[in-house]
């Protein structure tokens, strides 16, 4: 896995275990001081201002043809990923002030809408950093190693968690996504349906593939063909990417 890779997928661990609460990292594990080292991945945040930064695609635009076309990734990344991040940063700028403010300051009757900006963005903007490290030019085919192994286990073959991920993907209501995790606590992976981005998800789980179904990620393309566009997004996975991500995620503990 390459520098960048490893970097932005600590990155991601490490704002899911802070954001999930109950996850810790063992102190004498390397994880977690390779996470503080990668306190400023291109995902994650810059160190000094502590503001979440858009990384950048890790291919060019039109890598995923003919089965994600490039406006569609120009866009996808450029406007909709960006907003996520803005409206993060945002959110998370006006309940500073709103503290700065004191409890009986205007800013505490807009906690609650803040928060649910926090947990929409920031949930959008996890998962938008996962899924354009999850495909890559050339992708697709079955898995290798350890994460076949493990679909093995929990799923019973590869066949099996595809039929049942994408009719996952396909069948989530309005805007959301397929999300294959990681469940620390029975040590085991599980599929989830996220609608939006932060809604129907399970505390703790941490993402290791994911599909974005929102309109903005096919419709220029396949329409209202959902189930093309994802039936067509297995030939993009990047099952490397996928491996490491369960390789760093069994080292969490519940
Ligand atoms: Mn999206």
Known sequence: MSDLNRREMLGTLGTLAAASGWISLNANDTLAQEKK???????????????????????????????????????????????????????????????DAGATGPGMDQVRDLTDAVAFNGSGHTLHSVFWLNMKKGGGGEPKGAIAKQIETDFGGFDKFKAHFGNVAKKVQ??????LAWEPLASRMIVLGAEKHDNLTMFGCVPLLVLDVWEHAYYLKYQNNRGGYVDAWWNVVNWENVDSRLSAATKLTA
Do not use: F
Not at 48 to 77: C, G, R
Not at 79 to 90: E, S
Not at 174 to 179: A, F, L
């Open 174 to 179: 309005g805007s959301g996504w397929g999300i």
């Open 37 to 99: 080292e990668a306190a400023a991945p291109a995902g994650g945040t810059d160190s000094k201002t502590k503001e979440y930064v858009l990384p950048p695609l890790p291919y060019p635009p039109d890598a995923l043809e003919p089965h994600i076309d490039a406006q569609t990734m120009t866009l996808h990344h450029d406007k909709h990923h960006a907003a996520y991040v803005k409206g993060l940063n945002d959110a998370l700028a006006k309940l500073a002030a709103a503290r």
